[in-house]
């Protein structure tokens, strides 16, 4: 399940709100479904009511003689009036929608407690008003839905009611049925349906609701984008930081939450920057008053008549010397604040080679057709490439360099001859002073330096660097360097 989620704070917070937009739709679409149904047939209840009464009072106004013509031509397809001498109900429902219908007529007709009228309401088994089918009672030949008075005097309809079951509405209709007693001992019998409205979900309000559905997606993906973009910014800043301390700040800038965020980043990397900028200071400091009395030594060991001490000393003296050289150099690599440029990257690399081959150093090159360039600090990369290929040439005898390409990044390979590394060392080699070889010997291990320097290098231009063992022997330098800009 979790593998179809989104993984990013965008896609899950989206999600999320769109899930509850969802949710919210169809439980307020439902509300307003049932709302709908029953203010209709309130208002179809009332209105069927009022017109009840006022027939009745017409009825009762007229001449007995006169009662039958007004009754059937009072009858329609919405209210089906019949005059009759017994009440068709023998008894009164007292259902709420009932009991309101009653009231209201009592009211509007004046009528004591003995003389109420008789209703009843029951869902229509019929079609709605205007639809016919089976043989009707003369009472519903305009097609009335059919309560309980009805159904008792339509035998051959409730026989047809079973062909006919598919083709009833969704929501069925409650069928109205009131007799209103005369002054004369006359009954008026009235059928009707309560509407119960067409269907919530019409045409209209579906596009209503998708119109807003998109409004609101529209919005949404809008906010939530607003709202997570500053942590891609903050998480861009993160990386450019690991790569170069003296990036550019960040904008200090949006809302209070993001503007106090980015204060903290600024004076995490100023701390940053002053901490470094004080340990190159130190150890320039230590490489300057360190070389004063290397340098006395070294007179001091001139004047040693014994040559064979004299050799020695002057080799330890020289150790030192290197190894301060090369300290001081790897703190300045991570520290150093060469301007990024635009840089070909194959003419950089064959210019090393070259350079190299000249002082008669076996190493040789593939390179691209065509030119590739980058943004980079070419000082520092042309540094960090002599100090890999010294290295395979230093154990492996010889180096091969080649350069390819993809759309998103540049690879430079160095490979040798040489015995190869543990594996278990390959990791630990770019850790500094490390070395793998067991002599400590200055002439065949070196200061340890080398490959330190080389990832500082091209990690501060967003690439990196493995190591890995060739078969039968040797070893492969990678460096993958992006084309963006780092």
């Known amino acids: 399940m979790k593998r179809f989620l989104p993984n990013s704070l965008f896609g899950q917070t989206l999600l999320l709100l769109l899930a509850g937009l969802i949710v919210s739709h169809a439980i307020g679409s439902f509300i307003y479904s049932l709302d709908r149904e029953s203010a209709v047939r309130a208002v179809g209840g009332l209105a069927t009511a009022q017109r009840i009464a006022n027939v009745s009072q017409l009825v009762a106004e007229m001449p007995a003689d006169w009662r039958e013509r007004l009754v059937a031509g009072l009858s329609d397809r919405s209210l089906q009036v019949v005059l009759t001498d017994r009440p068709p109900l023998t008894t009164s429902d007292a259902g709420p929608v009932a009991d309101v219908i009653r009231d209201y007529l009592v009211r509007q007709l004046q009528l004591p407690a003995e003389r109420e009228p008789l209703v009843s309401v029951d869902e229509a088994e019929g079609p709605p008003p205007g639809r016919r ?12 839905g059919r309560g309980r008075m009805m159904r008792e005097h339509d035998d051959d309809d409730r026989r047809g009611r079973g062909r006919d079951r598919e083709r009833r509405p969704l929501m069925r209709a409650l069928g109205l049925e009131v007799a209103v007693p005369l002054n004369d001992g006359q009954w008026l019998f009235f059928a009707a349906n309560l509407p119960s409205g067409n269907p919530g979900f019409s045409y209209q309000y579906l596009v209503s609701m998708l119109v807003m559905a998109v409004f609101i997606i529209v919005i949404s993906i ?59 200071r130190m150890l320039a400091a230590l490489s300057h008053d360190l070389r004063t009395p290397l340098t006395l030594l070294r007179l001091r060991a001139e004047n040693v008549e014994n040559t064979e001490e004299r050799d020695k000393m002057l ?19 991570q520290a150093a604040d060469e301007p990024l440029r635009t840089t070909d990257v194959t003419a950089l690399v064959q210019s090393v080679v070259d350079d190299m081959a000249d002082a008669g150093i076996d190493v040789a090159i593939t390179t691209p057709a065509i030119p590739v360039s980058i943004r980079c600090q070419p000082a520092a990369l042309k540094r960090a490439l002599t100090n890999l290929i010294e290295n395979a040439v230093k154990y492996g005898r010889r180096a091969r360099v080649s350069l390819t390409t993809a759309p998103q990044s540049i690879e430079i390979a160095i490979e040798d001859d040489g015995p190869g590394i543990p594996e278990e060392e390959l990791s630990r080699v770019f850790e500094p002073f490390y070395r793998v070889e067991e002599s400590r010997s200055r002439d065949t291990g070196g200061v340890g330096l080398g490959l330190a320097i080389a990832r500082t290098v091209v990690e501060a231009q967003g690439g990196t660097i493995t190591l890995s063992n060739r078969q039968p022997h040797g070893i492969r330098a990678q460096v993958m360097l992006p084309r963006g800009a780092p």
């Open 222 to 280: 809008w906010a939530v984008r607003r709202m997570t973009a500053p942590l891609a910014t903050v998480a861009h800043a993160s990386d450019r930081l690991g790569r170069d301390v003296n990036a550019p700040p960040l904008p200090e800038s949006g809302t209070v939450e993001m503007r106090q965020a980015a204060q903290a980043f600024n004076a995490m990397q100023t701390k940053l920057r002053a901490l470094i900028e004080n340990r190159t």
């Open 133 to 144: 089918y089976g043989r009707p009672p003369h009472h519903a030949e305009f097609g009335m």
């Open 315 to 333: 080799s330890t003296i020289a150790e030192m010397d290197t190894m301060i050289g090369a300290t001081l150099q790897y703190a300045r690599e």
